[in-house]
């Protein structure tokens, strides 16, 4: 059973515009949020986190939303850019230190 | 500074045929762990270490073994290939701090295995 679930295989943006990425997951006990980037034949890279006693971090353009009473996560990338295409993992800290991935949403930003 | 580096890139093995797929981190990390991404599956935890001769299971254990005799090398072996097992193999290796916000895992850029 899948604990941290990307819904959206994928989605298209206009370049300039807003992207929303979702994620909902369905353990409680989560504490920590974080989303990878990810770029064909390279590994994932770290992009941003947030803690499960806030609700909203931000970093340039990025921006992640944490909804725990609905276990439902986002990322906000604005403006969005062509570089921003790629896949995006939403992923969550285990009580064991293991980090769980969702199974990734392809972005494309269209020109 | 290298960060997580993987050999080799790219293998094709042979049903029955063993491999061992190596990562390297060079940041003198506790942490190492080897995950395996398929079409529609994203990450996948294999096997993983918090510390020089220590191994657990992660997620997909099954078929695979692995071995962490230096802090800075992770071993991933395949004893007996199937085709189950074509995939692209990352490794990834972190502190961690006991903070969460010092847990990122850094990433190698992988190593794709094809078994025919």
């Known amino acids: 059973d899948q604990q941290v679930k990307q819904n959206s295989p994928s989605l298209s943006v206009q370049e300039g515009r807003i992207s929303i990425l979702n994620c909902d997951y369905t353990?409680?006990?989560?504490?920590?949020f974080l989303w990878y980037k990810k770029y064909p034949a390279e590994g994932p890279t770290f992009l941003i986190s947030?803690?499960?006693?806030?609700d909203k971090n931000e970093d340039g353009r990025f921006t992640v939303f944490l909804n725990k009473s609905a276990k439902h996560l986002s990322l906000h990338i604005v403006p969005s850019q062509p570089g921003d295409s790629a896949v995006y993992f939403c992923a969550a800290h285990s009580l064991e230190d293991k980090i769980i991935f969702g199974k990734g949403t392809r972005l494309h930003i269209l020109p | 500074n290298a960060g997580v580096t993987q050999t080799p890139k790219f293998r094709v093995l042979k049903t029955g045929q063993s491999m061992t797929l190596l990562c390297a981190q060079d940041m003198n990390h506790e942490y190492m762990y080897w995950y395996r991404q398929d079409p529609g599956m994203g990450l996948r935890l294999i096997h993983y270490s918090v510390g020089e001769g220590t191994t657990a299971k992660g997620e997909v254990p099954d078929g695979y073994n692995v071995s962490r005799l230096k802090k800075q090398n992770f071993l991933l072996g395949l004893e007996s290939a199937a085709p189950s097992q074509t995939s692209v193999y990352f490794c990834?290796?972190?502190?961690?701090?006991?903070?969460?916000?010092?847990?990122?895992?850094?990433f190698g850029p992988g190593t794709r295995l094809t078994v025919l």
């Open positions: 990834a290796s972190s502190l961690p701090t006991g903070r969460r916000e010092d847990n990122e895992q850094f």
């Open positions: 353990n409680s006990m989560f504490d920590y």
């Open positions: 947030i803690s499960s006693i806030k």
